[in-house]
C-alpha cells in the first residue's frame, strides 16, 4: 500500500504540469492530496510496525523533519522558478522523481505485521479512537492558522520589512526546527505521555509569549520557541495515531486521525479569523488558538495510553539461531500472560549475554 500511495502521489502530481485549466489541475491536485495523505499514514504504520520500541521515536521525528523538509524545498523551487521565470508547470514536472523510490520500496521495505496472519486480535479501544481524533483536530489548528495568516501578522500588525529582518533571526528559526529530533529522543527516554505534555503545552505557552509581545526581539525569539515546540509535536501525533492500536484497525484508525486532522485545518483560519475582530488584531487571537495544544496535553494524559500495548518489538522476518545467552541479539517470543497461544517478539540477550526483558522468554519462529 505504501509503494501504491507513493507512485499514485508521484504521478498526479506529474499529470497536473500538463493540465490545461482549472477544473483538471483541481482534480489532479485532489487525487495528489489523497495520495499525500495516505502516505503519510502509511509511513508512520510502517515505522511503527518495523522498530523496536526504543528506537521508534527517533525515526518518526525523522520522518516529521522529512515532511517539512520537502515543503521547505517546495518554497525553495517557487522562488527559483519566479527568478528565473521559467514555467509554473516545472514544479509539477519534477514530481516525477519519488517515482523511483517505488522499485527500492519494494525491494527493501519488509510488509508489516497488520497483512500477517500473526496480527494481534486484540480489542480496539474507542477511548484510545476518541483520544487520538480528538488530538489530530487540535493538532492541525494553530499551525494551519499561522501559516494561513502569518503574512498578515509579519508585515502588517508587526510592520517588519523582509529584506531588513535580522539574519541572527533566521539561524534561530532554523535552529528551532530541531524539535522533530528533540522529541523524538526525548519519546524514547522519557515516554510519549512526558513528551506530548512538554510540547504540546510548550507550543501553547510559546505561543502566548511571541504573538502578544510588543517588541521585535521577544517577537523573533518567541517565534522561534513556538517552531521548536510545534515540530516537536508532530512526532508525538504520529506515535499516538499508531501505536496504541492493534495491526489489524491502524491503516482505518490513522485515516480517521487523518479526517480530525483535515477538519482542524478547515477550521482554524476561519476560527482566527472570527476572533481577531472582538480580540484586537491576528497575534491575540493566534495566541488564544494556541489554547489548543494546552487542551491537546490535557487530551492525551486523559485519554491516550503511555503507548500502544501491541507489537512491541520488531519482528523478525526470518527465525533467529536458538535463543540462548551468550548468542548476542536475537529476537525470540514473548508469551503474555493470560493470553494463551498469543506471542510478540522482544529482543533476548545482548552482548554480555543478558536478557532485555522481565518477564519469560519462549523461542521459537
Known amino acids: 500500500m505504501l509503494t501504491a500511495t507513493i507512485a499514485g502521489y508521484t504521478v498526479a502530481t506529474f499529470l497536473t504540469a500538463f493540465s490545461q485549466g482549472v477544473v483538471d489541475f483541481a482534480i489532479l491536485q485532489f487525487v495528489a492530496r489523497v495520495f499525500l495523505g495516505a502516505e503519510r499514514v502509511l509511513a508512520s504504520i510502517v515505522v511503527v510496525e518495523t522498530l523496536p520500541q526504543d528506537r521508534r521515536g527517533r525515526v518518526l521525528g525523522l520522518l516529521s523533519s522529512m515532511l517539512a523538509l520537502g515543503q521547505a524545498g517546495a518554497g525553495l523551487g517557487f522562488f527559483v522558478v519566479v527568478a528565473t521565470g521559467a514555467s509554473w508547470r516545472w514544479l509539477y514536472l519534477v514530481g516525477i522523481l519519488p517515482l523511483v523510490l517505488v522499485a527500492r520500496a519494494r525491494r527493501d521495505l519488509p510488509e508489516t505485521l497488520g497483512a500477517r496472519p500473526t496480527a494481534s486480535r486484540s480489542p480496539v479501544r474507542r477511548k484510545w479512537v476518541a483520544g487520538a481524533s480528538a488530538l489530530g483536530f487540535l493538532f492541525a489548528l494553530l499551525p494551519t492558522s499561522l501559516t494561513v495568516f502569518a503574512s498578515t501578522l509579519v508585515l502588517e500588525e508587526w510592520g517588519w520589512d523582509l529584506t531588513a529582518i535580522n539574519p541572527g533571526y533566521f539561524v534561530v528559526w532554523a535552529l528551532a526546527a530541531s524539535?522533530?529530533?528533540?522529541?523524538?529522543?526525548?519519546?524514547?527516554?522519557?515516554?510519549?505521555?512526558?513528551?506530548?505534555?512538554?510540547?504540546?503545552?510548550?507550543?501553547?505557552?510559546?505561543?502566548?509569549?511571541?504573538?502578544?509581545?510588543?517588541?521585535?526581539?521577544?517577537?523573533?525569539?518567541?517565534?522561534?520557541?513556538?517552531?521548536?515546540?510545534?515540530?516537536?509535536?508532530?512526532?508525538?501525533?504520529?506515535?499516538?495515531?499508531?501505536?496504541?492500536?492493534?495491526?489489524?484497525?491502524?491503516?482505518?484508525?490513522?485515516?480517521?486521525?487523518?479526517?480530525?486532522?483535515?477538519?482542524?485545518?478547515?477550521?482554524?483560519?476561519?476560527?482566527?479569523?472570527?476572533?481577531?475582530?472582538?480580540?484586537?488584531?491576528?497575534?491575540?487571537?493566534?495566541?488564544?488558538?494556541?489554547?489548543?495544544?494546552?487542551?491537546?496535553?490535557?487530551?492525551?494524559?486523559?485519554?491516550?495510553?503511555?503507548?500502544?500495548?501491541?507489537?512491541?518489538?520488531?519482528?523478525?522476518?526470518?527465525?533467529?539461531?536458538?535463543?540462548?545467552?551468550?548468542?548476542?541479539?536475537?529476537?525470540?517470543?514473548?508469551?503474555?500472560?493470560?493470553?494463551?497461544?498469543?506471542?510478540?517478539?522482544?529482543?533476548?540477550?545482548?552482548?554480555?549475554?543478558?536478557?532485555?526483558?522481565?518477564?519469560?522468554?519462549?523461542?521459537?519462529?
Open 179 to 365: 524539535g522533530f529530533f528533540v522529541a523524538g529522543r526525548f519519546m524514547d527516554a522519557w515516554g510519549r505521555r512526558p513528551t506530548a505534555a512538554v510540547f504540546f503545552f510548550g507550543a501553547a505557552v510559546a505561543a502566548l509569549f511571541a504573538f502578544r509581545a510588543a517588541t521585535d526581539l521577544p517577537r523573533a525569539m518567541g517565534l522561534g520557541a513556538v517552531i521548536f515546540f510545534l515540530t516537536g509535536a508532530a512526532p508525538v501525533m504520529s506515535a499516538y495515531t499508531t501505536e496504541p492500536f492493534p495491526e489489524r484497525v491502524r491503516g482505518r484508525v490513522g485515516a480517521l486521525v487523518r479526517v480530525a486532522d483535515i477538519g482542524g485545518s478547515a477550521a482554524a483560519p476561519g476560527l482566527t479569523g472570527l476572533l481577531a475582530g472582538p480580540l484586537g488584531g491576528i497575534g491575540p487571537a493566534l495566541s488564544t488558538v494556541a489554547v489548543s495544544y494546552a487542551v491537546g496535553a490535557v487530551t492525551v494524559w486523559a485519554l491516550l495510553p503511555e503507548r500502544g500495548g501491541w507489537s512491541r518489538a520488531r519482528r523478525s522476518p526470518t527465525p533467529a539461531s536458538p535463543c540462548r545467552p551468550g548468542a548476542g541479539i536475537q529476537w525470540c517470543r514473548r508469551l503474555e500472560p493470560g493470553r494463551a497461544g498469543t506471542s510478540q517478539l522482544t529482543a533476548w540477550g545482548n552482548r554480555r549475554g543478558r536478557a532485555r526483558s522481565r518477564v519469560g522468554l519462549g523461542c521459537g519462529p
